[in-house]
């Protein structure tokens, strides 16, 4: 992987990262004319929490150029994902005890956010 590939990489992490975004607004839109503001705000703290924890595996996952470091490239890519499941579990809690928490909002709006990023192959081609 060249400097300019790994370049692209990149963009298309924090590309996926806006579309989990969007794709939490959409989701909060949804539960705000279905339910009601307080469900919609639930909805919106998963899909952040999922676009969080995906947006710090990009920072730390992307750090290094696999091409020419790949152990340290790996070893990246472990860490980012540790401190993306680490940060999950953080989040989720501090949500979940918040006594004005919709948990079945707060749950499809975190799961459906984390499934955007299974599309990322139909949408970031290199």
Same mark, same amino acid.
């Given at each position: 992987?060249?400097?300019?590939?790994? +370049?692209? %990489?990149? /963009? &298309? #992490?924090? !590309?996926?990262? *806006?579309?989990?975004?969007?794709?939490?607004?959409?989701?909060? $839109?949804?539960?705000?004319?279905?339910?009601? +503001?307080? %469900?919609? /705000? &639930? #909805?919106? !703290?998963?899909? *952040?929490?999922?676009?969080?924890?995906?947006?710090?595996?990009? $920072?730390?996952?992307?750090?290094?150029?696999? +091409?020419?470091?790949?152990?340290? #490239?790996?070893?990246?890519?472990?860490?980012?994902?540790?401190?993306?499941?680490?940060?999950?579990?953080?989040?989720?809690?501090?949500?979940?005890?918040?006594?004005?928490?919709? #948990?079945?909002?707060?749950?499809?709006?975190?799961?459906?956010?984390?499934?955007?990023?299974?599309?990322?192959?139909?949408?970031?081609?290199?």
């Amino acid at each position: 992987m060249t400097d300019k590939s790994a +370049a692209l %990489a990149r /963009k &298309s #992490a924090y !590309k996926l990262v *806006l579309c989990q975004l969007a794709v939490a607004g959409v989701i909060t $839109l949804a539960f705000f004319l279905a339910a009601d +503001a307080v %469900a919609a /705000k &639930s #909805a919106f !703290k998963g899909g *952040l929490v999922a676009a969080i924890a995906n947006f710090t595996f990009a $920072l730390l996952a992307f750090r290094v150029n696999a +091409a020419e470091q790949p152990e340290l #490239a790996r070893a990246a890519l472990m860490r980012g994902h540790s401190v993306k499941m680490i940060l999950i579990v953080v989040l989720c809690a501090l949500v979940l005890q918040q006594p004005d928490s919709v #948990a079945a909002a707060f749950v499809v709006g975190f799961t459906v956010t984390l499934l955007a990023q299974l599309s990322a192959t139909f949408f970031f081609k290199h």
